[in-house]
């Protein structure tokens, strides 16, 4: 007898390029300011956006045309030569260190006239940042918000995500499923994510009836966590 073939998940590896950032109205005000940091009033500017929108992409995309660097909150450093991309901002909150070295950042960046990004859900008043120097500045910064997504922009979006987990899906997919679906970033990440697992633990193609039985019965509980976590909390 032929033994049982096993079925493993294939490696997740999330594109950060140019090219796979899908330029949608959704973004188009937010990816116009990004592009000129030399009119962000002080130098600065808050991107904003709802959880798994695009906001690392386009962080990474920044920095890399502006020949900046990514700076996380949990390695912050006032020391910086170039501009500065960085993301989940407001989770220095409640961290007086993290306030700090972001208050000093920030000031040295101004100092030598490079721009800064910072990246959240909620704009800086909502942070609850304690050191009232640093709440100032960042209450003064602007800000560009990437809105809801529009159809052809979540329709892009399940293509990545698709990409990203090397699956592939029945032609118009992703179609059927935007039409369907509640529209927003978070839940085309949690469907991709259903969808991953239970092919993987049916070892099914991804079609519109597999599909479908997600979108129909989203109260059944799938693990994920074996296949794909839906990773970082904000993207």
Do not use: C
């Amino acid at each position: 007898m032929m033994a049982e073939q096993l079925s493993f998940p294939l490696p997740r590896k999330t594109s950060y390029a140019p090219e796979d950032f899908y330029p949608g109205l959704a973004s188009a005000v937010a990816r116009e300011m990004l592009a000129d940091p030399g009119a962000w009033p002080r130098g600065k500017l808050i991107l904003l956006g709802p959880e798994r929108s695009g906001k690392t992409h386009l962080l990474r995309i920044w920095a890399e045309q502006q020949g900046g660097a990514m700076m996380a909150v949990n390695a912050l450093s006032a020391r910086a030569r170039t501009p500065i991309a960085i993301d989940n901002a407001s989770d220095v909150a409640g961290n007086r260190e993290a306030e700090t070295r972001l208050f000093h950042l920030h000031n040295n960046l101004a100092a030598a006239g490079l721009p800064l990004l910072l990246a959240a859900r909620h704009p800086p008043q909502r942070w609850g940042i304690g050191l009232p120097d640093l709440a100032s500045r960042l209450e003064a910064a602007a800000t560009a918000t990437i809105e809801p997504p529009d159809d052809g922009t979540l329709r892009a979006i399940l293509l990545k995500l698709m990409a990203d987990r090397q699956l592939n899906p029945a032609p118009n997919l992703a179609a059927y499923i935007e039409k369907r679906m509640a529209r927003t970033y978070l839940e085309a990440e949690r469907i991709v994510s259903r969808l991953d697992a239970l092919s993987l633990s049916e070892r099914r193609e991804i079609t519109t009836k597999l599909a479908g039985r997600i979108l129909d019965d989203t109260a059944t509980p799938i693990d994920t966590s074996a296949s794909y976590p839906l990773g970082r909390k904000d993207e």
